[in-house]
C-alpha cells in the first residue's frame, strides 16, 4: 500500500498543518505509533480546541500550554480511549478546565466525557463521524473550517503511515469494514490521522486498505481449507514481520478476521483450533 513516511518532527513543536490547524507530536514512539500521537491544536472562534491530549506525560502536556499561549482552551475532543490518546486527559484538564468530549460509549471505564457525542453531532465546527473497527468508540470528525478542502481527522481508523490493529474484543473487523466502506461513501479531500503525516487524496488509500483485508481474509481461508489452524499459526503463516509487537499485532488481526468469519458462519472454533464451518 502507498504508505507515507516522514522525518522525525521536532518535538515539543507546534507545527503548522492547514491554516488554523496545528499539530505537536508526542514523545511516544514505536512500532504501533510511528514518531509518537498527533495532538491537533484547532483555532476556532472562541479559542482552542485540543483534539487527543495524547500519553500520559506531562512533558506532552506542557507542550500543548506552552503551544496555546495565551490563547484559552475551550474544550479537550477524545478520537477514542486508547491510552497513547487519552492518557494527558485528565492532566490537561486539570490545567486548562476545559470540558472533555468524546463518543458518549467510552470503551473504557476510566473515560466518561463532560459532553457526550453520537454520531452525526457537531461540536466546535467538528462532526462526529463514527467509525468503529478499530475500537468501538472511535469517532472520525469532519471539520467544517473554510480551508478549501473537506478535511476529516480519521484518527486511528485511517493512517497515512500504516494499516491500523483491530484487537478483539473492543476492534471488530465486521464493523471495520463498514467503516471503510462508510469513508468511501464520503468526498473528504484531506485525512489528518491520529499518527504521521497529512494525507492527501485519501480514498485510494482506504480502498486499498479494504482491499488488503480482504485479500488477507481470502487467505485465512485458503489455509483453512487446507488443514484446521490456531491463530498464531495462521498468524505465522501470512506475516512475515518477527518484530514480537507486530507479531501480537499480526495475531489479533488474524482473530479479527476469524471471528467476523465465525460471525458469517464461515468458521468455527475447537479449542484453540480454527476450522471450516
Not at 488554523?20 to 491544536?41: D, E, Q, S
Given at each position: 500500500?502507498?504508505?507515507?513516511?516522514?522525518?522525525?518532527?521536532?518535538?515539543?513543536?507546534?507545527?503548522?498543518?492547514?491554516?488554523?490547524?496545528?499539530?505537536?507530536?508526542?514523545?511516544?514512539?514505536?512500532?504501533?505509533?510511528?514518531?509518537?500521537?498527533?495532538?491537533?491544536?484547532?483555532?476556532?472562534?472562541?479559542?482552542?480546541?485540543?483534539?487527543?491530549?495524547?500519553?500520559?506525560d506531562p512533558v506532552h502536556v506542557r507542550d500543548i500550554l506552552r503551544a496555546a499561549d495565551t490563547v484559552p482552551?475551550?474544550?479537550?475532543?477524545?478520537?477514542?480511549?486508547?491510552?497513547?490518546?487519552?492518557?494527558?486527559?485528565?492532566?490537561?484538564?486539570?490545567?486548562?478546565?476545559?470540558?472533555?468530549?468524546?463518543?458518549?460509549?467510552?470503551?473504557?471505564?476510566?473515560?466518561?466525557?463532560?459532553?457526550?457525542?453520537?454520531?452525526?453531532?457537531?461540536?466546535?465546527?467538528?462532526?462526529?463521524?463514527?467509525?468503529?473497527?478499530?475500537?468501538?468508540?472511535?469517532?472520525?470528525?469532519?471539520?467544517?473550517?473554510?480551508?478549501?478542502?473537506?478535511?476529516?481527522?480519521?484518527?486511528?481508523?485511517?493512517?497515512?503511515?500504516?494499516?491500523?490493529?483491530?484487537?478483539?474484543?473492543?476492534?471488530?473487523?465486521?464493523?471495520?469494514?463498514?467503516?471503510?466502506?462508510?469513508?468511501?461513501?464520503?468526498?473528504?479531500?484531506?485525512?489528518?490521522?491520529?499518527?504521521?503525516?497529512?494525507?492527501?487524496?485519501?480514498?485510494?488509500?482506504v480502498a486499498e486498505m479494504l482491499a488488503h483485508r480482504r485479500h488477507r481474509e481470502a487467505a485465512i481461508l485458503?489455509?483453512?481449507?487446507?488443514?484446521?489452524?490456531?491463530?498464531?499459526?495462521?498468524?505465522?503463516?501470512?506475516?512475515?514481520?518477527?518484530?514480537?509487537?507486530?507479531?501480537?499485532?499480526?495475531?489479533?488481526?488474524?482473530?479479527?478476521?476469524?471471528?467476523?468469519?465465525?460471525?458469517?458462519?464461515?468458521?468455527?472454533?475447537?479449542?484453540?483450533?480454527?476450522?471450516?464451518?
Amino acid at each position: 500500500m502507498p504508505f507515507l513516511t516522514e522525518p522525525e518532527p521536532p518535538r515539543g513543536v507546534a507545527l503548522d498543518v492547514l491554516p488554523g490547524i496545528r499539530r505537536i507530536v508526542a514523545r511516544n514512539p514505536g512500532v504501533m505509533t510511528y514518531h509518537g500521537t498527533n495532538t491537533y491544536l484547532i483555532a476556532v472562534d472562541d479559542g482552542l480546541t485540543v483534539l487527543d491530549p495524547g500519553p500520559d506525560d506531562p512533558v506532552h502536556v506542557r507542550d500543548i500550554l506552552r503551544a496555546a499561549d495565551t490563547v484559552p482552551i475551550r474544550r479537550i475532543l477524545l478520537s477514542h480511549a486508547h491510552r497513547d490518546h487519552l492518557g494527558a486527559t485528565a492532566a490537561l484538564q486539570a490545567a486548562t478546565q476545559a470540558p472533555t468530549s468524546g463518543f458518549h460509549c467510552a470503551a473504557t471505564p476510566i473515560f466518561t466525557p463532560d459532553l457526550p457525542l453520537a454520531d452525526g453531532d457537531t461540536i466546535a465546527g467538528l462532526t462526529a463521524i463514527h467509525t468503529p473497527g478499530h475500537a468501538s468508540d472511535h469517532p472520525a470528525f469532519a471539520y467544517g473550517g473554510n480551508h478549501g478542502a473537506k478535511i476529516l481527522f480519521s484518527a486511528d481508523h485511517v493512517m497515512s503511515w500504516s494499516s491500523s490493529i483491530v484487537n478483539p474484543p473492543d476492534g471488530d473487523m465486521r464493523a471495520y469494514y463498514a467503516s471503510l466502506l462508510r469513508l468511501l461513501e464520503r468526498d473528504d479531500t484531506i485525512y489528518l490521522p491520529g499518527h504521521g503525516p497529512i494525507l492527501a487524496n485519501p480514498r485510494a488509500l482506504v480502498a486499498e486498505m479494504l482491499a488488503h483485508r480482504r485479500h488477507r481474509e481470502a487467505a485465512i481461508l485458503c489455509a483453512l481449507r487446507t488443514a484446521p489452524a490456531s491463530v498464531a499459526d495462521l498468524a505465522t503463516k501470512l506475516y512475515a514481520n518477527h518484530n514480537p509487537m507486530l507479531k501480537f499485532a499480526a495475531e489479533r488481526n488474524v482473530l479479527a478476521h476469524l471471528l467476523k468469519l465465525h460471525a458469517e458462519g464461515i468458521t468455527v472454533e475447537n479449542g484453540t483450533v480454527w476450522r471450516m464451518a
